[in-house]
């Protein structure tokens, strides 16, 4: 599927970085210009722990950025979730850069526990795109997508044709770093990986009115799998 092992690839860069960061506090201990003898002393006794505490973060860092295969329903006019993580707010709202207007809001928060790349809802074309620099408030506060560094996504389906669809992708305060795999005017097809969000965040899928809910509050959800809402 395409896309596929960009998380991998993402993960094993952190780790990188963060083991080239340990080797140079090592070495900034073991080669101190004051008390050298005592300082190498130093990091020879704390070096198995400073590699435990690197290997723990390397361990987490690899289930975070786990990239596993939906297994994407079919059937007409049904729109999956795009991400993995707790339903906390279903409800109307007005969002007017791509809906146009009124429409209803899933909006699931992401906990770092849970899979962070994001899924395609619809088989649908990208016609809008918009990225908006923001604040790092708490994702697990619903009203941070007023605030928040985040990405619009804006969505046309294929099925049913011209229907909108938008997915807001939003930072946290732990989440720096919004990745998205598509860009304007790129198709997608329904469960496809369309991009990745690094560490606790939110996402929010704006709905036509007349779609119908098949979550509810608490709910938690799987990105590419579970039916979030269908036309009937």
């Known amino acids: 599927m395409e896309h596929s092992g960009k998380a991998r690839k993402a993960?094993?860069?952190?780790?990188?970085?963060?083991?080239?960061?340990?080797?140079?506090?090592?070495a900034l201990i073991a080669f101190?210009?004051?008390?050298?003898?005592?300082?190498?002393?130093?990091a020879l006794a704390v070096t198995p722990f400073v590699l435990a505490l690197w290997a723990l973060f390397a361990l987490f860092t690899l289930y975070f950025f786990r990239d596993p295969n939906p297994t994407v329903p079919t059937g007409a006019n049904l729109i999956i979730s795009p991400a993995h993580g707790k339903v906390d707010v279903i409800d109307r709202t007005t969002e007017r850069d791509f809906m146009g207007g009124e429409c209803q809001r899933v909006s699931i928060f992401l906990s770092v526990l849970d899979?962070?790349?994001?899924?395609?809802?619809i088989g649908a074309k990208v016609t809008f795109y918009k990225y908006t620099e923001g604040e790092f408030m708490n994702a697990i506060r619903s009203e941070c997508a007023l605030h928040n560094e985040n990405v619009l996504l804006g969505l046309e389906a294929a099925e049913p044709r011209g229907m909108k669809l938008g997915l807001r992708l939003i930072a946290g305060v732990i989440a720096r770093r919004i990745v998205p795999y598509v860009k304007l005017g790129d198709e997608v097809?329904?469960?496809?990986?369309?991009?990745?969000?690094?560490?606790?965040?939110?996402?929010d899928v704006y709905l036509p009115l007349d779609l119908k809910i098949k979550v509810k509050l608490g709910d938690h959800v799987t990105g590419g799998e579970t039916i979030l809402a269908a036309l009937e």
Do not use: E, Y
């Not at 101190?32 to 130093?42: D, I, N």
């Open 11 to 26: 993960a094993f860069k952190i780790i990188l970085i963060s083991l080239i960061a340990v080797v140079v506090m090592w």
């Open 32 to 42: 101190g210009t004051v008390m050298v003898m005592v300082l190498g002393a130093g």
């Open 115 to 121: 899979v962070h790349v994001q899924n395609a809802p």
């Open 189 to 203: 097809v329904r469960g496809q990986r369309i991009s990745l969000v690094q560490f606790g965040s939110r996402a």
